[in-house]
């Protein structure tokens, strides 16, 4: 597996995560403020970008 395979791989896995935590924090009202700094912890845990 090459570095963008790898890359690509992780990326996937943080979109994931993220999207069904922001299902969850959707449904239960958490506030947008808390949310965007779960999602951005979640990319950095991947060691992934958001923007790409």
């Known amino acids: 597996m090459n570095n963008s395979d790898s890359y690509d ?4 896995q943080a979109r994931g995560l993220a999207s069904q935590l922001g299902m969850f924090a959707e449904e239960n ?18 060691k992934v970008s958001l923007d790409r």
């Not at 791989?9 to 996937?12: F, I, R, Y």
């Not at 403020?33 to 979640?42: C, F, Q, S, V, Y």
């Open 9 to 12: 791989s992780k990326l996937s």
């Open 29 to 46: 009202d958490i506030p947008k403020d808390l949310w965007d700094l779960l999602e951005a912890t979640i990319y950095e845990f991947y």
